[in-house]
């Protein structure tokens, strides 16, 4: 075949300047070398996704802390990322306000007795709340604590649907749905999130490593050993980067600078 032009689909993903340098000097401060940067969903792709379920369409959404990341994969390829900020700090507060605790207790009783889905909680489950000032303890229903974390969750799960809708993307997703991530520990969040997205849910745990296996089998290090999975793949060579985030590779900031001269 013969062709005049060479065309291509790219995905770009834009981030803070400032956000990243400090993270890449702050990494390298602490005595070790930043080789690559990775976005956190498309790491944690790596760990807990197929090739099959990237080839025929599914929606990755990584509860974090702080943010939820999702990606869209697509025949194989990235099709849409995004990150909402919004996470499991936020149901924890959400705890903390409605049940009048201090903070750190109500994550602890997040993640002992939390559920994303009150269906799933027993009538009769009570829990203990601690107070604050040194008040003694309160027994409340689960369910309680229950109507206060699913709210949050679901629209967590609402603010992913309709990003996907705004991009068009709300068929996409023909395997389903992974989700991962600390606050996908929670009992229910697969279950609410069939619910809000009709189609297949599963729990993604780290997959392809060995060894420690056994300890890194949740969801909470599916970002770690996908960037460890992401760096044993050989998908960046070179040098590292210095702490304004450029490769230390002769020749690489002219060759970037070239590179946006023949496109701007």
Not at 63 to 90: E, K, Q
Not at 140 to 168: H, M, N, Y
Not at 171 to 197: H, K, M, R, W, Y
């Amino acid at each position: 075949m013969s062709g005049v032009r060479l065309e291509v689909e790219v995905h770009l993903v834009t981030g803070a300047t400032t956000s990243v340098r400090n993270v890449v000097r702050s990494v390298n401060r602490a005595g070790l070398q930043v080789q690559d940067i990775v976005l956190e969903p498309l790491a944690s792709a790596e760990a807990v996704l197929s090739d099959e379920e990237k080839e025929l369409g599914i929606l990755l959404i990584d509860l974090g802390g702080g943010t939820t990341d999702v990606a869209l994969f697509r025949d194989g390829a990235v099709w849409h990322t995004s990150i909402l900020p919004l996470g499991g700090d936020h149901i924890s507060n959400d705890v903390a306000v409605g049940l009048r605790t201090p903070t750190a207790e109500a994550e602890e009783l997040k993640k002992r007795h939390g559920c994303a889905l009150t269906a799933l909680v027993r009538e009769d489950e009570v829990i203990s709340v601690p107070s604050v000032g040194g008040r003694k303890a309160r027994e409340l229903s689960r369910q309680i604590l229950s109507e206060i974390i699913q709210p949050r969750v679901e629209e967590i799960f609402t603010l992913v649907a309709r990003d996907l809708t705004k991009a068009g993307l709300e068929d996409a997703a023909a395997a389903g749905v992974v989700v991962t991530g600390g606050t996908s520990i929670l009992q229910g969040v697969p279950e609410l999130a069939e619910q809000v997205f009709d189609l297949p849910v599963r729990r993604g745990l780290p997959t392809g490593i060995g060894g420690l296996s056994d300890v890194v089998h949740s969801p909470i290090y599916s970002t770690g050993v996908g960037l460890a999975l992401y760096g044993a793949r050989g998908r960046r060579g070179g040098a590292p980067m210095d702490d304004a985030g450029v490769s230390t590779a002769p020749g690489a900031v002219r060759r970037l600078r070239d590179w946006f001269g023949e496109l701007f």
